[in-house]
């Protein structure tokens, strides 16, 4: 293995070197299809003459590895057994020997592991942690103690489940008073080493660890254990909140000592406790606040201090929550006071912020945008200050709206004075969340919004000469209080918001860039869009090219990447215009093709490329129809370099916008450039990625239609049913096996599926008797009516029962009433309820078999046809005008799974569209049927039915 090892260690050193890093990764998945690949990966880990950056690189990589191919989604190894246990053995004590870097990347790693195994096939996991613990060495314990963390910490935003407490369950049992034990002993050896910097700051690190995993193990319930010990636990918190040390000072204004993470450390376990635990808590609560409320004032403006700061504000707000801690802050006197030593510190700018501002603009927008800064001072106390209101609206609104005039009045000469006093207002005027679709819903009666824009802010907006953050000020309070101005006011200020597009300002240009797109996908209640296609089109593509300048300014990928929120503005403007911008097209795909093969080279901004290809996706969308031709010719090369390029991270994003190109281009628009791709879809590796998985399942489905012949030609059909076998075999893609497979019977007719049929019936009831699911039940049934309706083609229902009979004598009776008829009436989609319409009527009037063998079965299916009658289903037609709303990058968890692009969602298959009305279709197929079988199927009507359904029967055929 040695030599292997040397091998993968270069490969892992020119990943590193962008120049090298596409085929170094290349290289690499060849070694990771050898046996023992992660061992070696854990080898050069623990190899410690080589340099850092290997070693980081072989964690990082051995943490991917086991994401990707520890167990399948059964939760099945697929790993050998042996490979797995050696995993288990080295893990632990790797970990604990490791620098910290590497440390978080293999902590990461026993989290995924964790996740299949724990506890049940790991059950030695927490007796061998515990087993570590060290008495005298903090370096042992922060590396056992980061593995437990690691694992506990998954528990915190879970649902309660038995499976999850009875996981917890055995955590406390082994973990619980050795626990305890340890943080006795870190207290001790904090006293017995107050004067040993080294020792001292390794069991403080212990410390914020034992406090860290203290929230874990509460993040559901107060253990027995903690109950047991909670006085102790809280005097020694308190003792924590208090602690000094000029040891253990940092002297950098930016670096956080060990001693306030442990702080915030505290303030986060003090604020779980407050809001899940207040009647075990409460009483221990008061000297806890005595002392926040202390550490508050005495914390200077340093950003070392932001995190503890945040923490602190965010128990209090949890405090101001509860009904009897509250009423300590009603009173005038004590909210002057909060406001003055707390609110009115953590809100006003800082150097740093300024700084920030000019040096890193990118990270103040970041920071300072609605979601993005839960941690920061002004959002925290912004927080603290609007759970007062909500507690005591008339008092706060009048004790703020003192202070916020006098900023007003000193800001008449001094702009931060200014910004401190729009802060405050928009933090006492918005009431409830800041919503990413419309901003701020509700206000607080007793302020005027509008008016206050109006007489304090307006200027700064249309001013040339304003200070860069009183008109990002300006912005920001249209952005957050969009839904409150009416489409008129709006039209005033819009030309004002697209002037500032064209600011030199990063963060100006930026604000402006975030607010004009809130403001295209801003709707009312009823979900109308305030501003269409109308209304943008006249400037789109002015704007549009001022976009793609602030974009392209930067040349290279990471740079070019770096503003998604301009590229989010490109895709809004190219959704909100649809097919207006085939005018402009030319131009704008000029543009989106250039970052691509930019972006490309290095993709580094998930958000950014996500967008980027949203916009993609809108073009082809809405100017397919027109210009399909313009689209196959200028996208062919770009996507096909991301094929051979194998640029991974774009793989599912341009299957997409193929499968949306072929799917909405006029038929004798497609390029021939398609056929070329079978091949490569057909390749069994390119289904391994999951996150391809669904993307190459629709172009696969849109494309056998379009190159039937050339499958057929090619004998592809086998490979095609092959991929269809791969998919249902897996739980996570079963479903999509039914869109290959029925794309498939649409394409061909019955003679050329003939010799497949009964396995591909085979492989189906296998999965009908393996506990499934209901949405494989109900596709099941689908696929039926499919087939079943395909009569004219050398399908309908006597092809599924020769076949199904073939598999087994008898089969169909089974199958049929106890799974075809009872899981039809849980079709919930107009279409597939049409569908099932028309493959009941053709049963009941062509089916050789249920005329002569399913007497009884007639009658029944006769009988579910009149029921689907009885609220005949209703196809709404074409796309209509609706709203694309993207997916929330903060839930994405790119590259790791399926990541849809919503302009390129697939439209609902309507397998019939030319029959608009249902009764009327039954009604003359079933007359045209009776005159063809000379009577006999009003014969079957007369004779099987019952009075009731001829009487139904006979108002539909009228």
Same mark, same amino acid.
């Given at each position: 293995?040695?030599?292997?090892?040397?091998?993968?260690?270069?490969?892992?050193?020119?990943?590193?070197?962008?120049?090298?890093?596409?085929?170094?990764?290349?290289?690499?998945?060849?070694?990771?299809?050898?046996?023992?690949?992660?061992?070696?990966?854990?080898?050069?880990?623990?190899?410690?003459?080589?340099?850092?950056?290997?070693?980081?690189?072989?964690?990082?990589?051995?943490?991917?590895?086991?994401?990707?191919?520890?167990?399948?989604? =059964?939760?099945?190894?697929?790993?050998?057994?042996?490979?797995?246990?050696?995993?288990?053995?080295?893990?632990?004590?790797?970990?604990?020997?490791?620098?910290?870097?590497?440390?978080?990347?293999?902590?990461?790693?026993?989290?995924?592991?964790?996740?299949?195994?724990?506890?049940? /096939?790991?059950?030695?996991?927490?007796?061998?942690?515990?087993?570590?613990?060290?008495?005298?060495?903090?370096?042992?314990?922060?590396?056992?103690?980061?593995?437990?963390?690691?694992?506990?910490?998954?528990?915190?935003?879970?649902?309660?489940?038995?499976?999850?407490?009875?996981?917890?369950?055995? +955590?406390?049992?082994?973990?619980?008073?050795?626990?305890?034990?340890?943080?006795?002993?870190?207290?001790?050896?904090?006293?017995?080493?107050?004067?040993?910097?080294?020792?001292?700051?390794?069991?403080? =690190?212990?410390?914020?660890?034992?406090?860290?995993?203290?929230?874990?193990?509460?993040?559901?319930?107060?253990?027995?254990?903690?109950?047991?010990?909670?006085?102790?636990?809280?005097?020694?918190?308190?003792?924590?909140?208090?602690?000094?040390?000029?040891?253990?000072?940092?002297?950098?204004?930016?670096?956080?000592?060990?001693?306030?993470?442990?702080?915030?450390?505290?303030?986060?376990?003090?604020?779980?406790?407050?809001?899940?635990?207040?009647?075990?808590?409460?009483?221990?609560?008061?000297?806890?606040?005595?002392?926040?409320?202390?550490?508050?004032?005495?914390?200077?403006?340093?950003?070392?201090?932001?995190?503890?700061?945040?923490?602190?504000?965010?128990?209090?707000?949890?405090?101001?929550?509860?009904?009897?801690?509250?009423?300590?802050?009603?009173?005038?006197?004590?909210?002057?006071?909060?406001?003055?030593? +707390?609110?009115?510190?953590?809100?006003?700018? %800082?150097?740093?912020?300024?700084?920030?501002?000019?040096?890193?603009?990118?990270?103040?927008?970041?920071?300072?945008?609605?979601?993005?800064?839960?941690?920061?001072? %002004?959002?925290?106390?912004?927080?603290?200050?609007?759970?007062?209101?909500?507690?005591? =609206?008339?008092?706060?609104?009048?004790?703020?709206?003192?202070?916020?005039?006098?900023?007003?009045?000193? #800001?008449? @000469?001094?702009?931060?004075?200014?910004?401190?006093?729009? *802060?405050?207002?928009?933090?006492?005027?918005?009431?409830?969340? +800041?919503?990413?679709?419309?901003?701020?819903?509700? $206000?607080?009666?007793?302020?005027?919004?509008?008016?206050?824009?109006?007489?304090? $802010?307006?200027?700064?907006?249309?001013?040339?000469?304003?200070?860069?953050?009183?008109?990002?000020?300006?912005?920001? *309070?249209?952005? @957050?209080?969009?839904?409150?101005?009416?489409?008129?006011?709006?039209?005033?200020?819009?030309?004002?918001?697209?002037?500032?597009?064209?600011?030199?300002?990063?963060?100006?240009?930026?604000?402006?860039?975030?607010?004009?797109? %809130?403001?295209?996908?801003?709707?009312?209640?009823?979900?109308?869009?305030?501003?269409?296609?109308?209304?943008?089109?006249?400037?789109?593509?002015?704007?549009?090219?001022?976009?793609?300048?602030?974009?392209?300014?930067?040349?290279?990928?990471?740079?070019?990447? =770096?503003?998604?929120?301009?590229?989010?503005?490109?895709?809004? $403007?190219?959704?909100?215009?649809?097919?207006?911008?085939?005018?402009?097209?030319?131009?704008?795909?000029?543009?989106?093709?250039?970052?691509?093969?930019?972006?490309?080279?290095?993709?580094?901004?998930? /958000?950014?490329?996500?967008?980027?290809?949203?916009?993609?996706?809108?073009?082809?969308?809405?100017?397919?129809?027109?210009?399909?031709?313009?689209?196959?010719?200028?996208?062919?090369?770009?996507?096909?370099?991301?094929?051979?390029?194998?640029?991974?991270?774009?793989?599912?994003?341009?299957?997409?916008?193929?499968?949306?190109?072929?799917?909405?281009?006029?038929?004798?628009?497609?390029?021939?450039?398609?056929?070329?791709?079978?091949?490569?879809?057909?390749?069994?590796?390119?289904?391994?990625?999951?996150?391809? +998985?669904?993307?190459?399942?629709?172009?696969?489905?849109?494309?056998?239609?379009?190159?039937?012949?050339?499958?057929?030609?090619?004998?592809?059909?086998?490979?095609?049913?092959?991929?269809?076998?791969?998919?249902?075999?897996?739980?996570?893609?079963?479903?999509?096996?039914?869109?290959?497979?029925?794309?498939?019977?649409?394409?061909?007719?019955?003679?050329?599926?003939?010799?497949?049929?009964?396995?591909?019936?085979?492989?189906?009831?296998?999965?009908?008797?393996?506990?499934?699911?209901?949405?494989?039940?109900? /596709?099941?049934?689908?696929?039926?009516?499919?087939?079943?309706?395909?009569?004219?083609?050398?399908?309908?229902?006597?092809?599924?029962?020769?076949?199904?009979?073939?598999?087994?004598?008898?089969?169909?009776?089974?199958?049929?009433?106890? $799974?075809?008829?009872?899981?039809?009436?849980?079709?919930?989609?107009?279409?597939?309820?049409?569908?099932?319409?028309?493959?009941?009527?053709?049963?009941?009037?062509?089916?050789?078999?249920?005329?002569?063998?399913?007497?009884?079965?007639?009658?029944?299916?006769?009988?579910?046809?009149?029921?689907?009658?009885?609220?005949?289903?209703?196809?709404?037609?074409?796309?209509?005008?609706?709203?694309?709303?993207?997916?929330?990058?903060?839930?994405? #968890?790119?590259?790791?799974?399926?990541?849809?692009?919503?302009?390129?969602?697939?439209?609902? /298959?309507?397998?019939?569209?030319?029959?608009?009305?249902?009764?009327?279709?039954?009604?003359?197929?079933?007359?045209?049927?009776?005159?063809?079988?000379?009577?006999?199927?009003?014969?079957?009507?007369?004779? %099987?039915?019952?009075?009731?359904?001829?009487?139904?029967?006979?108002?539909?055929?009228?």
């Amino acid at each position: 293995m040695a030599s292997n090892i040397g091998a993968i260690a270069q490969l892992l050193d020119a990943t590193l070197d962008p120049a090298q890093h596409r085929k170094a990764e290349t290289a690499l998945k060849v070694e990771q299809a050898k046996p023992q690949y992660s061992l070696s990966l854990l080898n050069i880990v623990a190899s410690e003459p080589l340099p850092a950056k290997t070693r980081l690189a072989a964690a990082l990589a051995f943490k991917n590895f086991i994401r990707n191919n520890y167990v399948n989604e =059964e939760g099945q190894y697929k790993l050998p057994q042996d490979e797995v246990n050696t995993i288990k053995q080295q893990l632990i004590g790797l970990m604990i020997s490791s620098p910290p870097a590497i440390q978080s990347q293999l902590g990461e790693a026993v989290a995924i592991i964790a996740d299949s195994d724990f506890w049940e /096939r790991w059950q030695t996991l927490t007796q061998d942690l515990v087993s570590r613990f060290s008495a005298t060495d903090p370096k042992v314990n922060i590396g056992v103690l980061e593995v437990a963390h690691s694992i506990f910490v998954r528990w915190r935003p879970l649902f309660r489940t038995d499976e999850l407490y009875t996981e917890i369950n055995h +955590v406390i049992s082994t973990f619980g008073q050795p626990f305890i034990q340890l943080l006795i002993t870190t207290n001790t050896r904090i006293e017995a080493n107050s004067g040993n910097k080294d020792l001292l700051r390794g069991w403080f =690190e212990t410390l914020s660890l034992l406090v860290k995993i203290f929230y874990d193990m509460s993040c559901h319930d107060v253990p027995p254990i903690f109950e047991e010990n909670l006085p102790s636990i809280c005097e020694l918190l308190h003792k924590y909140l208090s602690y000094a040390n000029p040891l253990l000072a940092t002297d950098d204004d930016s670096e956080v000592s060990i001693i306030d993470t442990v702080k915030a450390d505290i303030c986060e376990a003090l604020e779980l406790y407050t809001v899940k635990f207040d009647d075990d808590f409460s009483k221990y609560c008061g000297p806890f606040i005595t002392r926040v409320w202390e550490l508050l004032s005495d914390m200077g403006p340093e950003t070392k201090y932001d995190i503890v700061v945040s923490k602190a504000l965010h128990f209090l707000t949890a405090v101001a929550s509860t009904k009897e801690h509250a009423d300590n802050f009603n009173h005038q006197d004590t909210l002057s006071q909060i406001v003055e030593k +707390v609110i009115l510190p953590n809100v006003a700018l %800082r150097e740093s912020d300024i700084e920030l501002f000019e040096d890193e603009p990118i990270e103040f927008i970041r920071r300072d945008l609605e979601g993005s800064d839960t941690d920061s001072r %002004r959002r925290s106390a912004t927080d603290f200050l609007r759970k007062l209101q909500e507690k005591f =609206e008339s008092l706060v609104t009048g004790v703020v709206s003192r202070y916020i005039n006098h900023y007003l009045t000193q #800001g008449e @000469t001094d702009w931060k004075a200014k910004d401190t006093a729009i *802060y405050l207002f928009i933090s006492i005027a918005a009431k409830g969340a +800041v919503t990413s679709a419309q901003g701020v819903k509700t $206000i607080n009666s007793l302020v005027n919004v509008v008016e206050f824009f109006q007489q304090h $802010i307006a200027a700064d907006l249309m001013s040339d000469s304003a200070e860069p953050i009183a008109k990002v000020d300006a912005i920001k *309070y249209l952005h @957050t209080f969009r839904s409150q101005l009416s489409k008129s006011q709006w039209m005033d200020a819009f030309p004002h918001l697209i002037k500032n597009v064209g600011s030199s300002n990063y963060v100006i240009y930026t604000y402006a860039a975030i607010a004009v797109e %809130r403001l295209l996908f801003l709707t009312d209640d009823n979900g109308v869009q305030m501003f269409t296609r109308s209304d943008v089109e006249g400037f789109s593509n002015e704007l549009l090219e001022r976009l793609f300048m602030l974009i392209e300014r930067e040349t290279t990928p990471a740079k070019l990447q =770096e503003n998604e929120f301009l590229m989010r503005c490109v895709m809004r $403007i190219l959704i909100v215009i649809k097919d207006g911008a085939a005018g402009i097209l030319d131009g704008v795909l000029q543009h989106l093709i250039g970052i691509t093969n930019i972006m490309k080279q290095n993709p580094s901004n998930p /958000r950014f490329y996500y967008y980027h290809f949203e916009a993609l996706g809108a073009l082809v969308r809405y100017c397919s129809a027109s210009k399909a031709d313009v689209l196959n010719a200028k996208l062919w090369e770009p996507i096909q370099l991301i094929f051979t390029e194998d640029v991974t991270e774009f793989m599912q994003y341009v299957l997409q916008i193929l499968a949306q190109l072929l799917e909405s281009s006029p038929a004798d628009s497609i390029s021939a450039n398609f056929g070329a791709l079978l091949d490569p879809i057909l390749n069994p590796p390119m289904w391994e990625v999951r996150g391809n +998985v669904p993307a190459l399942t629709r172009l696969l489905a849109a494309l056998i239609p379009r190159a039937a012949k050339d499958i057929t030609a090619g004998d592809k059909i086998k490979q095609i049913l092959g991929i269809f076998q791969m998919l249902l075999a897996g739980r996570k893609s079963e479903l999509y096996a039914f869109d290959i497979l029925e794309a498939t019977i649409k394409s061909y007719e019955g003679n050329v599926l003939d010799p497949y049929f009964v396995t591909i019936l085979e492989l189906l009831f296998k999965k009908l008797q393996s506990n499934p699911a209901d949405s494989l039940k109900l /596709r099941f049934v689908r696929l039926y009516h499919l087939i079943s309706a395909r009569l004219e083609e050398g399908y309908g229902a006597d092809y599924f029962i020769k076949h199904s009979n073939a598999l087994q004598a008898g089969l169909f009776r089974q199958v049929y009433p106890a $799974i075809i008829l009872v899981e039809t009436d849980k079709l919930a989609r107009p279409v597939d309820r049409k569908l099932a319409v028309v493959s009941y009527t053709k049963t009941l009037c062509e089916s050789k078999a249920f005329a002569e063998e399913f007497l009884k079965g007639w009658a029944n299916t006769c009988n579910k046809l009149l029921m689907l009658l009885a609220n005949p289903p209703t196809i709404a037609a074409g796309l209509g005008d609706e709203i694309i709303t993207e997916a929330d990058v903060d839930d994405i #968890g790119f590259g790791l799974t399926f990541t849809a692009l919503n302009t390129c969602k697939p439209a609902v /298959r309507d397998d019939y569209p030319e029959i608009s009305n249902v009764i009327h279709w039954v009604r003359d197929y079933i007359k045209e049927a009776n005159t063809r079988h000379n009577g006999l199927v009003f014969t079957f009507i007369e004779t %099987r039915l019952a009075d009731e359904q001829k009487e139904v029967f006979s108002r539909i055929i009228q």
